[in-house]
């Protein structure tokens, strides 16, 4: 006897009416949920410069550069060697100064264009004596808040906090520095040799 | 619209070869992933072929290692002209986190001129398929990746 294929039936009508399993993808966008370790984006405000991305990526996807003259500290992330392990934001030091997006999507033919790379700029404060770089201006400032009452010791700090209401002019390059010099912005090398070296 | 896409999509149906030059097989399993029912890249005229002479595209997985640059180079000779090249993963682009060890001689560019790049470890199978839309000129390339916008409010109060 002729039985009807009652199973087969419902299910091809079943299937007729619900709608495709398949995703519309790069017609629709698709949004990747809140804990997807997307791209890593830095954030200005909260970034202090330290570099401490730079050290801890294991792809150097992040590149530090230094410009002495200008004094203007470069962070540059590169998001084409980047692979998302998520180190940046976990050893930041302000943790809000790099995270992690959710934003997952990019395809370019050129390595070098310009939406490949991610750029913050600092303000650097450059030793008064020698050039040498101390930190980023942020970075004392980020410190120095750490620091709390114990900041005011160090001359460094102190001038850097100066710097925030008025305008403090660097003072004229001496042959040596001596010790009346030490209240000035001072990289720790000079320091050193002015408190060792110089006598009275 | 239906049919100038789908005109658009069968005007030259890619074929792909999958590759693997020493990835860590992250990258492989979304390239497989991405060609599973959910996300079906079939539907673009996109197909895995066994052999590189069928092939139209190369997907590159992996950093190159020194021991692989010659079947690579043979691979890319046995594949019919006009070719792309595909580096997917970030260490087909650059080394990833082998960048600097003795056996790995960096990024496919550095063998092959590499038509796209997929960054990503390992890139969301949306990425794979958003690069090979974007190769097929399917949807227009953003500058940036995709943001969450919120409708604006006089698109509902204007009647």
């Known amino acids: ?68 003259q200008k004094g ?12 998302q392990c998520g180190q940046c934001e976990e050893k930041c030091i302000t943790d809000k100064g790099i995270k992690l997006s959710s934003e997952y999507v990019l395809s370019v033919t050129d390595l070098k264009a310009p939406e490949v790379y991610e750029t913050v700029e600092k303000d650097l404060a450059v030793c008064e004596a020698c050039g040498d770089v101390i930190a980023c201006r942020d970075h004392l400032l980020f410190v120095k808040e750490r620091l709390g009452a114990k900041a005011y ?34 990289c720790p090398v000079c320091r050193h040799k002015t408190v060792v070296n110089d006598e009275f | 619209m239906f049919k100038t896409l789908l005109n658009k999509c069968f005007k030259k149906s890619i074929w792909v070869y999958h590759t693997n030059t020493g990835a860590c097989n992250g990258c492989d399993i979304e390239v497989i ?61 650059g080394g990833g986190i082998w960048y600097n060890t003795y056996n790995v001689i960096g990024g496919v560019d550095k063998v092959l001129p590499v038509d796209y790049f997929i960054p990503g470890c390992p890139p969301r199978p949306e990425a794979i398929l958003y690069g090979i839309a974007v190769a097929l000129g399917l949807v227009k390339k953003k500058v940036s990746p995709v943001i969450l916008k919120e409708e604006s409010p006089e698109k509902w109060m204007t009647f």
């Open chain 1, 72 to 83: 203007v500290r470069k962070l540059v992330l590169d998001y084409t060697s980047c692979s």
């Open chain 1, 153 to 186: 010791a160090h001359p460094n700090f102190l001038i850097e906090t100066q710097r925030q209401f008025a305008e403090v002019k660097p003072s004229s390059i001496k042959d040596k520095i001596r010790r009346e010099d030490l209240i000035k912005e001072v």
């Open chain 2, 33 to 93: 992933n991405a060609l599973t029912p959910y996300y079906d890249a079939e539907r673009f005229g996109i197909k895995l072929v066994g052999t590189p002479r069928h092939a139209d595209a190369l997907l590159v997985c992996g950093p190159v290692t020194r021991q692989v640059v010659p079947a690579l180079k043979c691979l890319y000779d046995s594949v019919p002209d006009p070719k792309l090249i595909i580096a997917i993963g970030s260490c087909a682009i």
């Open chain 1, 1 to 68: 006897m002729f039985l009807p294929k009652i199973r087969e039936i419902t299910e091809a009508l079943r299937s007729l009416f619900t709608p495709a399993f398949t995703t519309k993808y790069p017609l629709k966008p698709y949004i990747a949920h809140d804990e997807y370790r997307g791209f890593p984006k830095y954030y200005e405000e909260e970034c202090v410069g330290c570099g401490t991305c730079v050290q801890v990526c294991p792809t150097s996807a992040i590149e530090i550069i230094d410009d002495k």
